[in-house]
């Protein structure tokens, strides 16, 4: 099992970048595919980014690609968020997630085995 704990969200204005962090202690951390989800306010959650358990591949939603880039350090049983160009529709409560290992690195939240309690992302406009 592992925990999972998110910061760095907060208030941005339009244009502005966050870094988000998670923070992952239990099982050994590069055993885990690692993913980012966010959910708006009457919205489904859904899907942002993923990396393997290496680090060598990353996936990103449509919407985010190229503006969103997800990094890990296993060292540091961390995984990252860095989010640039920020747009008042990035607003939402973003979430870590963890998959044991499948035979491709999961892209939907059914796919994800644990989940951190999340940290608000706020882009004024």
């Known amino acids: 099992q592992v925990q999972l704990v998110e910061s760095g969200g907060g208030l941005v204005q339009a244009g502005g970048s966050l870094r988000l962090s998670c923070a992952a202690s239990?099982?050994?951390?590069?055993?885990?595919?690692m993913a980012w989800f966010r959910q708006a306010p009457g919205k489904e959650r859904e899907f942002v980014a993923a990396?393997?358990?290496?680090?060598?591949?990353?996936y990103y939603a449509d919407s985010v690609l190229g503006q969103f880039t997800i990094s890990r350090d296993n060292a540091k049983n961390t995984v990252y968020l860095q989010m640039n160009s920020l747009k008042p529709e990035d607003t939402a409560v973003y979430y870590c997630?963890?998959?044991?290992?499948?035979?491709?690195?999961?892209?939907?939240?059914?796919?994800?085995?644990?989940w951190g309690q999340g940290t608000q992302v706020t882009v004024s406009s």
């Open positions: 990396i393997s358990r290496s680090g060598s591949s990353t």
């Open positions: 997630a963890a998959s044991v290992p499948r035979r491709v690195v999961p892209r939907t939240t059914t796919g994800y085995d644990y």
């Open positions: 239990g099982r050994t951390f590069s055993w885990y595919d």
